[in-house]
């Protein structure tokens, strides 16, 4: 059986830590922590690729996979990520944008394994509209719901999984080949 953790709670719904007045970060954007525990899902996140441009999103898979003997069960929703600079406190880097809410059914038997799409975002939570280029760690945060099979789900959990390093590099400025030059 999980353990629930009293812990910050970062709703799962929330796909984002800008405001929507001006789209302005809050400063700064602590890193959220797990608020249930369960020992034997082990996740393991692969990413397309561990290079990008500051501001651009990352897609990967993050694959759950059952270490125990009983089986886990719950629902989720989209599995997002930021970036932190490596074990820092704050995220450097989130997802910004609209997400649909997904419920996704994850039924895992004993040594069951199963992807799950995920997406990394890179939009600086700090002062600067980019972030600086370097090397940070990804943060995967997986909502979890329980249902019991004769009552409302439980209520909604939040893991948080630490990701692979990732370089980020300055974003790419806009094209000027095949254009005129401006007189």
Aim: net charge negative; hydrophobic share 35%; aromatic share 4%.
């Amino acid at each position: 059986m999980p353990a629930l953790r009293s812990a910050r709670w970062w709703q799962a719904g929330v796909v984002s830590d800008h405001d929507a007045a001006g789209d302005r970060p809050r400063i700064p954007v602590p890193v959220p922590e797990s608020t249930i525990d369960v020992p034997d899902l082990i996740v393991s996140v692969e990413l397309d690729d561990d290079t990008v441009s500051a501001g651009d999103n990352l897609h990967g898979v993050a694959k759950l996979s059952n270490h125990g003997r009983e089986r886990i069960a719950f629902v989720t929703g989209p599995v997002l990520g930021g970036i932190r600079t490596e074990h820092g406190t704050c995220l450097a880097g989130d997802f910004a944008g609209p997400i649909a809410p997904v419920g996704i059914v994850v039924d895992l038997g004993a040594g069951e394994t199963r992807g799950s799409t995920s997406l990394v975002g890179t939009r600086s939570c700090g002062p600067d509209t980019v972030v600086p280029p370097g090397r940070y760690e990804t943060v995967i945060r997986i909502p979890v719901t329980f249902h019991d099979q004769d009552g409302p789900p439980s209520a909604h959990h939040l893991l948080v999984r630490p990701g692979p390093l990732i370089t980020i590099r300055a974003p790419r400025l806009p094209s000027t080949k095949g254009r005129a030059p401006s007189t």
